[in-house]
């Protein structure tokens, strides 16, 4: 041992021979300058790059500065026994993997157990067998070097699987924008909405005073569009609407696209209720003015309906829905206005629903029956005919009139099942009526819009026909002038397949729609029925005729009958006669009446 013996840490070059591993630099650590000599010789001649160390405070230094791949460490040294050198390496996360070698003189006590203890890997004794430092230095640089590989494919396993989940990560962020927007637009979509509803929901419950609004939108008539210009004109016409309402809106508000042509727009922090109110109105107003897509002028208007916030509201769904009864409302008022939610909206919606269910079951049980009123030959002064009026007895709320359901029955597609039943039931009636020898009654059915669009309609009345065998002409069918213009070309065809066969047409509810003469023309129709609103207005001076004189000459023009509908008094009587009007039907001759009533009727052959 000489302590202050030069130290070499030199880096000896290696004159290469085949390396044991592609780990080859070794330090020696020990304070006899011999050993180190006679070692590195040994090892250099071997290929290995050696370092070297003459005591252990010089070593941990370097090893710091530089870690070897392997160490050869003495016990016995001046400054620093082995043990404390390896104990501060193996205590060092940068120097901890490095395997140690313990070297150890015969004549020194080493204690094998406290060596590996401490970390060291092996021990060689002095003094050195070659061939014994050769195996054990290359074994433990091999197991270094596996080591090392395993570190490194492990390290590359991580950063794959970084890269992956980058990669992830980005796609989950596209999902997200393809789950949260709308593509059309560009716009938020429901789950925005929802989620920014939640946040709004979440604020007022931690703050009492905070307010928030939810505005609605849907554009009317926009299927009208679609069907006539098409759907790339009806795209471009949303893209054109949400560049609009955006521009109207704060920045703070949020617009989602949550429907076909359905908007919401979030006013998530009111000051003042009118904020949402004024909203609206702006963008009614804005609205106005025309859109230009592919050279078109499109006018197009919008119903809203306006929510609150409240501190009932707990879900998202609810505010949405509220807002969406608001608007329907709008719609019923006419479109193109908004509406602000009430909870009775709720519950007239509520009732709706309920009937909407009762209705079904009602189809299938059959509750309902037929009513027939008289309409009056006022020249002849006799009953003509009847018209078939439906009723729902139901088994709760007892009789329903035709006007609180027939609508539900109308959006829920149920009016074409309930409407063949009506006329199958009507026409056996009046064959039984024929039988018991009435033969010039005729029926007056009503036929719903939907009805005029099914394709079996020819067929089913066909069948009835043939079944009851009536004659084509008693049998006269009542179609509002609303739903005759629906879809002009289809009910045109229709019509004509009826005329083929003799059956007669009349239009219901005539004057309240906005059925042009031109169009009138054009369909084969025997029978205008006056509203019964013409009638209120007319009294006995005859003064408030209004334009009953008008439909009257119109029909003479076209050479068809006229029946005034809702006629209640004898001065309305008197001067529909006057007015050389050939048919009636009101409360005055009957009111609707059940079949029995009806026949009891007949067979009275009253007289006004
Ligand atoms: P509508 O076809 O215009 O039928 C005439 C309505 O006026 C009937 O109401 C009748 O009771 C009522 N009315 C008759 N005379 C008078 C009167 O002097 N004064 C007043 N105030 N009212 C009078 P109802 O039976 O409630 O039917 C309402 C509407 O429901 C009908 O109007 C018709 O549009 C529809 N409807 C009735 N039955 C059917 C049906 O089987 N199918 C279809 N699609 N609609 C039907
Ligand atoms: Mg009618
Ligand atoms: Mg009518």
Redesign the pocket.
């Known amino acids: 041992m000489t302590p202050n013996s030069p130290h070499i840490d030199v880096f000896l070059k290696c004159q290469t021979k085949q390396l044991p591993s592609t780990l080859n630099e070794i330090l020696i650590v020990d304070d006899t300058i011999e050993n180190l000599r006679v070692l590195s010789s040994i090892l250099i001649e071997q290929g290995y790059k050696v370092r070297k160390a003459t005591g252990g405070k010089m070593a941990l230094k370097v090893v710091e500065t530089l870690p070897p791949d392997l160490i050869m460490l003495d016990i016995m040294m001046a400054d620093m026994s082995g043990y404390e050198v390896c104990k501060q390496l193996k205590e060092n996360p940068r120097t901890a993997d490095i395997p140690v070698i313990f070297l150890s003189a015969l004549d020194d006590i080493f204690d094998k157990v406290k060596g590996f203890e401490i970390g060291g890997v092996d021990y060689i004794s002095k003094p050195f067998q070659i061939e014994e430092v050769l195996v054990r230095v290359k074994n433990h640089l091999s197991l270094r070097a596996a080591q090392r590989e395993i570190y490194q494919l492990n390290a590359q396993l991580e950063q794959r699987v970084e890269e992956r989940t980058q990669q992830l990560q980005k796609a989950n962020r596209r999902l997200q924008e393809l789950a949260l927007y709308d593509a059309l637009t560009r716009l938020a979509n429901r789950n925005l909405l929802i989620e920014q509803l939640k946040q709004c929901l979440t604020f007022s419950k931690r703050d009492e005073t905070y307010q928030f609004a939810l505005l609605f939108l849907d554009c009317d008539r926009f299927k009208i569009i679609n069907d006539s210009l098409g759907h790339l004109v009806g795209d471009l016409l949303l893209q054109k609407i949400s560049q609009a309402l955006q521009d109207v809106l704060g920045k703070n508000d949020l617009i989602a696209r949550v429907g076909g042509d359905e908007f919401a727009i979030l006013l998530p922090n009111l000051s003042k209720f009118e904020q949402a109110t004024e909203l609206a109105q702006r963008i009614l107003n804005l609205l106005k003015k025309p859109f230009y897509c592919n050279n078109q002028e499109i006018f197009i208007n919008v119903s809203i309906g306006i929510v609150l916030s409240h501190l009932d509201y707990k879900d998202p769904q609810n505010i949405i829905r509220d807002a969406d009864m608001a608007m329907y409302k709008a719609k019923s008022l006419g479109r193109g206005q908004y509406q602000i939610f009430t909870p009775g909206m709720y519950e007239i919606a509520k009732k709706l629903l309920v009937l909407q269910t009762d209705l079904y079951r009602a189809v299938k049980q059959q509750e309902f029956v037929v009513?027939y009123?008289p309409i009056i030959d006022l020249k002849q002064n006799k009953i003509t005919g009847f018209?078939?009026?439906?009723r729902w007895i139901h088994p709760k709320k007892g009789m329903i009139?035709?006007?609180e359901f027939?609508p539900i029955a109308e959006e829920t597609g149920l009016?074409c099942e309930i409407?063949s039943w009506?006329m199958k039931e009507a026409c056996r009636q009046l064959a039984q009526w024929h039988q018991q020898g009435f033969t010039d009654l005729k029926i007056y059915?009503?036929?719903?819009a939907q009805q005029l669009n099914k394709k079996s309609l020819i067929t089913e009345i066909d069948e009835i026909l043939r079944e009851t065998q009536l004659n084509t002409s008693s049998v006269k069918l009542?179609i509002?002038e609303s739903s005759m213009m629906q879809d002009l070309q289809t009910t045109q065809v229709l019509l004509g397949e009826l005329w083929k066969r003799g059956i007669k047409l009349s239009i219901?509810?005539f004057g309240t729609g906005y059925s042009s003469l031109s169009q009138l023309q054009n369909f084969p129709v025997n029978t205008l029925k006056i509203d019964?609103s013409f009638m209120k207005n007319v009294d006995k001076n005859g003064k408030n005729l209004g334009l009953i004189p008008v439909i009257l000459s119109i029909a003479e023009v076209m050479t068809m009958d006229v029946v005034a509908?809702?006629?209640?008094t004898t001065e309305q009587l008197e001067q529909l006669r006057k007015l050389g009007c050939h048919f009636g039907?009101?409360?005055?001759f009957a009111?609707?009446l059940n079949a029995e009533a009806a026949t009891q009727l007949i067979h009275e052959n009253p007289r006004w």
């Open positions: 009513y009123q018209e078939a009026l439906i009139s035709p006007g027939i009016i409407g009506v059915i009503n036929l719903a009542e509002t219901d509810d019964r509908e809702g006629i209640e039907q009101g409360f005055l009111k609707p």
